[in-house]
């Protein structure tokens, strides 16, 4: 597609209940990226993947997240027994192979998540 | 491992008044650097990027930032502020061989008073 397309743009949840946030990459982008929007908090890291190669999970934090890419192509991340501290946005990242275009990152606009 | 340091979660400057957004970076390996701008209600878009072609790298809307390695410093700048600058600025870091992470910073929030 034209961009980096998330859904929902806006979520509100009970405390307790999972979610799934759904991110498509920009076609052809091999790197795709999750990162979380909080008040004050900058742009936390949550979860890297590249191609076929296992993904970067040192940001998740914790076992409640979880993410996965299917196809290398569009990728669902979820969050179980939502917590209040949970909420935030969160932003998803593409970025194509090598060049200039590496670690360049093209961003959604992001899924607000509230936490009731 | 990678960071920055964005030093001043807010800084004011008036229209026309020189615009100075600091950076400082760690990292174990060659660095790339990135600043990225968020518009108020909209995505995070790229401002410019060091790459290691250049030292001083020229970005959109008149913005540039120096890598000065000695001080591990990434400053944002720009001679003339404009109103339409007001937006918050994130600086990042990632290694600079193949694919890496990106490393944010906290960001700085630019307020511009006419």
């Known amino acids: 597609g034209a961009g980096v397309s998330q859904s929902p743009s806006n979520k509100v949840t009970e405390k307790g209940k999972d979610v799934e946030l759904r991110c498509d990459p920009i076609?052809?982008?091999?790197?795709l990226y999750w990162y979380r929007q909080s008040l004050g908090q900058g742009l936390e890291f949550l979860i890297y993947f590249q191609g076929n190669s296992a993904p970067d999970k040192s940001g998740l934090p914790s076992d409640r997240f979880s993410a996965e890419r299917t196809g290398g192509s569009v990728s669902t991340l979820t969050i179980q027994r939502t917590q209040q501290e949970d909420s935030a946005v969160y932003l998803c990242?593409?970025?194509?192979?090598?060049?200039?275009?590496?670690?360049?990152?093209?961003f959604g606009a992001g899924s607000r998540l509230t936490v009731l | 491992a990678q960071s920055v340091t964005q030093l001043g979660s807010h800084v004011s400057v008036s229209e026309g008044a020189l615009v100075l957004l600091r950076c400082n970076y760690s990292?174990?390996?060659?660095?790339?650097l990135f600043w990225y701008v968020q518009y108020p209600n909209q995505g995070l878009q790229l401002l410019l990027k060091y790459t290691s072609a250049a030292t001083l790298v020229k970005g959109i809307n008149g913005f540039e930032a120096e890598f000065k390695k000695s001080e591990t410093s990434f400053h944002l700048t720009k001679p003339s502020a404009h109103m339409s600058d007001a937006a918050e600025y994130f600086c990042?870091?990632?290694?600079?061989?193949?694919?890496?992470?990106?490393?944010f910073g906290t960001g700085t929030r630019l307020l511009v008073s006419p």
């Open positions: 990042a870091v990632s290694g600079n061989t193949g694919f890496q992470k990106l490393v």
């Open positions: 990292s174990s390996v060659p660095p790339y």
């Open positions: 990242a593409s970025s194509s192979s090598g060049g200039a275009g590496a670690n360049v990152l093209t």
């Open positions: 076609s052809g982008h091999t790197a």
